[in-house]
């Protein structure tokens, strides 16, 4: 039974926290957040977006309560001063969005955990995508990457495994996340992010595509992308356009994708669809990707556009609980 912590109790961590509780193997541990316990209890049991939590939650001074489970609850600041050690937790996901270089996490290493695996793109960590280079997971701290890249990655390894990918181009048609604000407000990190989230379709930068390189390192300089933040919640759709290296069809393009999705590598991450489905019929979906296979258009044999929904928060985090279950 590997013994899980999580540091950082946001939207990824409570998502973490429910998944684990209902994955054999796994226990939850320990949840380590600078909100009041009372606030950490309240935002698991009720979710605007997943609905109420189907377990009973409570609290008391020093624990969550899950069903009757006790899971350590501490608000302290430094990942070097927590309790792994005390609480024998081996596995730490960091989920704060704070500590993403491999100095800080390693802090997590030295209070006592054996891996970390934080949740988000980082610039000095292995980056490893469960199904595309799940085998590159036997290192003390990686990244999962972010949800576009875990819902991209698949596809781009199929396909340029299959027939073989040029270069090309990503726009993810985003859902609205914590870094936009719901009032027009400045923002650290570009103008329009501070633009009200809930009115407006608001163009971004996005290091998914670049985050793909690192898990599949062929793609280097030959793979970007843009996105488009919307608002709605929760359920995003990556739009993938690319150059094939040899002729093919919109035929062959889902073929494969519906064959790859069958096999024990990709039955779990990839799904695909023919039905006419909306983001909200996304929303807790455990797949990184759901091909829309109505959306596949190839132009001139060698221009292929590829589209697929994720649920930007439950498929990610379930993509980061398999890759823990394979350490």
């Known amino acids: 039974m590997k013994k899980i912590a999580i540091n950082g109790f946001g939207r990824i961590g409570r998502s973490a926290l429910k998944i684990v509780m209902d994955t054999e193997d796994l226990e939850i541990v320990a949840v380590n957040d600078l909100m009041s316990i009372e606030n950490a209890a309240y935002l698991l049991k009720y979710d605007s977006i997943y609905?109420?939590?189907?377990?009973?939650?409570?609290?008391?001074?020093?624990?969550?309560?899950?069903?009757?489970?006790?899971?350590?609850?501490?608000?302290?600041n430094s990942p070097a001063d927590l309790p792994w050690s005390k609480l024998k937790a081996e596995i730490v996901i960091e989920s704060t969005g704070l500590f993403t270089n491999d100095q800080d996490a390693r802090k997590h290493i030295s209070a006592g955990a054996r891996v970390v695996v934080i949740s988000g793109p980082t610039k000095d960590t292995p980056t490893i995508v469960y199904g595309v280079n799940?085998?590159?997971?036997?290192?003390?701290v990686f990244s999962s990457a972010s949800c576009t890249t875990n819902n991209i990655s698949p596809i781009i390894e199929i396909l340029g495994r299959r027939i073989g990918i040029k270069k090309a181009i990503l726009n993810t048609i985003h859902a609205y996340t914590a870094s936009q604000t719901l009032v027009d407000a400045p923002s650290k990190r570009e103008p329009r992010m501070g633009r009200n989230a809930g009115i407006n379709i608001s163009p971004a930068a996005t290091g998914a595509?670049?985050?793909?390189?690192?898990?599949?390192?062929?793609?280097?300089?030959?793979?970007?992308?843009?996105?488009?933040?919307?608002?709605v919640p929760v359920g995003s759709m990556s739009d993938i356009t690319f150059i094939t290296k040899r002729n093919t069809s919109a035929q062959e393009i889902n073929a494969i994708l519906i064959e790859e999705a069958k096999t024990p590598r990709y039955q779990k991450v990839i799904d695909v669809t023919d039905e006419p489905l909306v983001s909200t019929d996304i929303i807790k979906s455990p797949y990184a990707a759901v091909v829309d296979l109505e959306m596949t258009r190839v132009v001139d044999g060698d221009l292929v556009k590829v589209m697929a929904w994720y649920d930007n928060e439950w498929g990610f985090t379930n993509q980061m609980i398999r890759q823990i279950l394979e350490i």
């Open 51 to 76: 609905g109420r939590y189907d377990r009973q939650v409570s609290h008391q001074e020093g624990y969550l309560i899950v069903d009757g489970h006790k899971i350590a609850y501490s608000s302290i």
């Open 134 to 140: 799940t085998q590159q997971g036997k290192v003390a």
């Open 209 to 231: 595509a670049i985050a793909t390189t690192k898990a599949l390192p062929e793609y280097q300089g030959k793979f970007d992308g843009v996105a488009v933040r919307v608002p």
